[in-house]
């Protein structure tokens, strides 16, 4: 079984919604058969390259509302996100992710994608650290397991790029608007960050899909 996930690493409630698709595949007995992607999708695809500022701020900017209201915002994922256990900073930044997917990109082919997930949600959630940065990024894909210097290859040129493009040409040829959006063996689909439940009996209902 092959479970596509597409998300954004700036999108709090991908964060949430993997750690809930977690719990559940570590609690079902055929986890071992199950083959788990990312796939890219740019919640801001026209944010500026290079131009750095706070979520809370953009919020503000981007919905109107006062930095106080973006803030409360916020921290109504934040505690979704502490519930899960997992480090929530409201001080982290906000940037274009178009790279970074394509650094997942490197990881997928490189065998460490869910573990780089992983540490760039724990260096971005958590610590809120410039993961935006191409020497920042290159460090934390290395705590991941690739190599320092081809994740700097990979971001001074534009390897990848065509593969985030299909994964989100493939997104709107599914219908996905939002994220995070679950596909199981491309048959079942769940929205949103969901209950450890609902991914659970996903996981249930799309494997006798398999014959």
């Known amino acids: 079984m092959r479970v596509d996930i597409w998300s954004d690493v700036v999108c709090?409630?991908?964060?949430?919604?993997?750690?809930?698709?977690?719990?559940?595949l570590r609690a079902f007995g055929h986890r071992d058969e199950v083959e788990v992607v990312y796939r890219s999708f740019e919640l801001d695809p026209d944010y500026p390259k290079g131009q750095r500022?706070?979520?809370?701020?953009?919020?503000?900017?981007?919905?109107?509302?006062a930095e106080e209201e973006a803030l409360a915002a916020d921290a109504r994922v934040a505690a979704l996100a502490r519930a899960e256990g997992l480090g929530f900073d409201s001080?982290?930044?906000?940037?274009?992710?178009?790279?970074?997917h394509r650094v997942l990109h490197l990881g997928r082919e490189s065998g460490v994608q869910r573990e780089l997930v992983a540490a760039v949600?724990?260096?971005?959630?958590?610590q809120?650290?410039?993961?935006?940065?191409r020497d920042v990024l290159a460090e934390v894909a290395a705590d991941a397991g690739l190599d320092y210097g081809k994740v700097g290859?990979?971001?001074?040129?534009?390897?990848?790029a065509d593969a985030v493009r299909q994964d989100e040409?493939?997104?709107?040829?599914?219908?996905?608007?939002?994220?995070?959006?679950?596909?199981?063996?491309?048959?079942?689909?769940?929205s949103g960050a969901q209950s450890p439940e609902t991914f659970a009996s996903a996981l249930n209902?799309?494997?006798p899909r398999r014959g």
């Not at 001080?91 to 970074?100: A, L, M, Q, V, Y």
């Not at 290859?153 to 990848?160: K, M, N, R, T, V």
């Open 91 to 100: 001080d982290r930044p906000i940037g274009n992710t178009f790279d970074i």
């Open 53 to 65: 500022d706070t979520v809370v701020r953009m919020l503000s900017r981007k919905y109107g509302m």
């Open 205 to 207: 209902q799309a494997r």
């Open 12 to 24: 709090p409630w991908c964060y949430v919604g993997k750690a809930r698709f977690e719990k559940a």
């Open 169 to 190: 040409r493939m997104a709107r040829e599914l219908g996905i608007g939002g994220v995070p959006f679950f596909v199981f063996d491309m048959a079942l689909a769940v």
């Open 128 to 133: 809120a650290l410039q993961v935006f940065d």
């Open 121 to 126: 949600n724990e260096a971005y959630f958590a």
């Open 153 to 160: 290859e990979i971001l001074d040129g534009d390897a990848y």
